[in-house]
Each structure stands twice: as structure tokens, then as C-alpha cells.
């Protein structure tokens, strides 16, 4: 099974400041011939549904604002929040889509300062 | 506009029997695969089972083979779980999911509400 790992578990970031989050996972999870991270990140608000926000590693969901980027390769992800707004607060999940079972982060709530 | 809409849960001893319901609208649903996810209360998420979209493939995580069956009616739009044997750990609130195919697994592009299920005597 392929495990992955979140940090922080929380952050504070003040309005309109960069929020980070990192995720590592236990294997690559690089698609070699596509060259392709197979990679999802969500958002959780406050008592509703998941929301997915990127796919592989990178990929913006449509209707996601481009202050969300996701980037990285391999076995360690981020998840970059450009300018945080107050809509923003919520927690943040990865999940690998390269084999299942199907993995996700520990997630990694992101408040305001 | 996609909607999931899951039902069945509820208060059950250990040892019984649950199954819930996806009511889905608004997408071509035998032209997804399905999944089911649960979340604890204050936990994370947690993968349980992904069925494609003939219903002739089925996955499942380790603490729930052999114990919960998914299926699907493609004719009523319909994704189930059965869950048997329930333990207090399968206390979760339960999301259906539509899932994408993201070349060799899946993810979750659409999420309904959830259906809570309480494992307790």
C-alpha cells in the first residue's frame, strides 16, 4: 500500500499571504510512460463534502480559482494557496491515484492568522 | 448539475447489517465508475470501494473485504454498499462518489452529502 504523509497538520496564514502543504508519499507515484504524478488534492469546508481541486499533481479542476497550484514529482507534493482568502479556511487532503488501494493524506487544516 | 444522493444509514448494533443507497443525477452514470468513502467523526478520509462502470469490477480496502459487497443499477442510477458484520470502527459518515479514472486509479471529481452510520449497542 502506498502511504501518504501531510505536513503541516495545521497552519495560520494571515489574508492574502502563501499557504503550503506538503505531501509525501511512500512510493513514486509517477506514471513514467505519460509522465504523469498521479496525484489528487481536495478541500474540506466545515461540515460539507469533499471538494477535488487538483488531479494529476497539477491539474486544476474546473471552476477552481488559480490561486490554488498544485506541483511536484515523484513522492513529494505541495499544494499552494497563492493568496489566502476567508474562504479558504478548510482542511486539505492528497490522495494517489496510482494503485488501490486508494491512500489519502492525514489531511492539514488551514486557518487565518 | 451533478448530485449524489445517499441514504440508508443509521444506528446499528455490532454484528448487523446496513445497506446504503447513491441516488445519482445529472451525468451519463453507466459511463462512471462509483465509489464509496467514509470519514470518521473528526477523522480523515478513507477509501472503501470503487466499482466500474459495467459493475463487472469491484475493489476493496482491507477492513471492509469480505464484509461489504458494492453493486450498482445502472437502469435506477443507483450505487449500494452492503455492509454485514459491522464493527464500532465502521462508525463513519459515508460519501458516494462519482470517480475518475486518472490513468491507473481513481479520484473523486463529485461528492453527495453523506450518510452517517453508528456502530453501537
Known amino acids: 500500500d502506498i502511504a501518504m504523509t501531510q505536513s503541516p497538520d495545521s497552519l495560520a496564514v494571515s489574508l492574502g499571504e502563501r499557504a503550503t502543504i506538503n505531501c509525501k508519499s511512500s512510493?513514486?507515484?509517477?506514471?513514467?510512460?505519460?509522465?504523469?504524478?498521479?496525484l489528487a488534492w481536495y478541500q474540506q469546508k466545515p461540515g460539507q463534502p469533499p471538494k477535488l481541486l487538483i488531479y494529476?499533481?497539477?491539474i486544476r479542476e474546473s471552476g477552481v480559482p488559480d490561486r490554488f497550484s498544485g506541483s511536484g514529482s515523484g513522492t513529494d507534493f505541495t499544494l499552494t494557496i497563492s493568496s489566502l482568502q476567508a474562504e479558504d479556511v478548510a482542511v486539505y487532503y492528497c490522495?494517489?491515484?496510482?494503485?488501490?488501494?486508494?491512500?489519502f493524506g492525514g489531511g492539514t487544516k488551514v486557518e487565518i492568522k | 448539475e451533478v448530485q449524489l444522493l445517499e441514504s440508508g444509514g443509521g444506528l446499528v448494533q455490532p454484528g448487523g447489517s446496513l445497506r446504503l443507497s447513491c441516488a445519482a443525477s445529472?451525468?451519463?452514470?453507466?459511463?462512471?465508475?462509483m465509489s464509496w468513502v467514509r470519514q470518521a467523526p473528526g477523522k480523515g478520509l478513507e477509501w472503501v470501494s470503487t466499482?466500474?462502470?459495467?459493475?463487472?469490477?469491484?475493489y476493496y480496502a482491507d477492513s471492509v473485504r469480505g464484509r461489504f459487497t458494492i453493486s450498482r443499477d445502472n437502469s435506477k442510477n443507483t450505487l449500494y454498499l452492503q455492509m454485514n458484520s459491522l464493527r464500532a470502527e465502521d462508525t463513519a459518515l459515508y460519501y458516494c462518489?462519482?470517480?475518475?479514472?486518472?490513468?491507473?486509479?481513481?479520484?473523486?471529481?463529485?461528492w453527495g452529502q453523506g450518510t452517517l452510520v453508528t456502530v453501537s449497542s
Open positions: 462518489g462519482k470517480t475518475i479514472i486518472g490513468i491507473t486509479s481513481y479520484f473523486f471529481d463529485y
Open positions: 445529472g451525468f451519463t452514470f453507466d459511463n462512471y465508475a
Open positions: 466499482i466500474k462502470d459495467s459493475g463487472s469490477t469491484t
Open positions: 512510493q513514486s507515484i509517477l506514471y513514467s510512460s505519460r509522465n504523469k504524478n498521479l
Open positions: 494529476w499533481a497539477s
Open positions: 490522495q494517489q491515484h496510482f494503485s488501490t488501494p486508494l491512500t
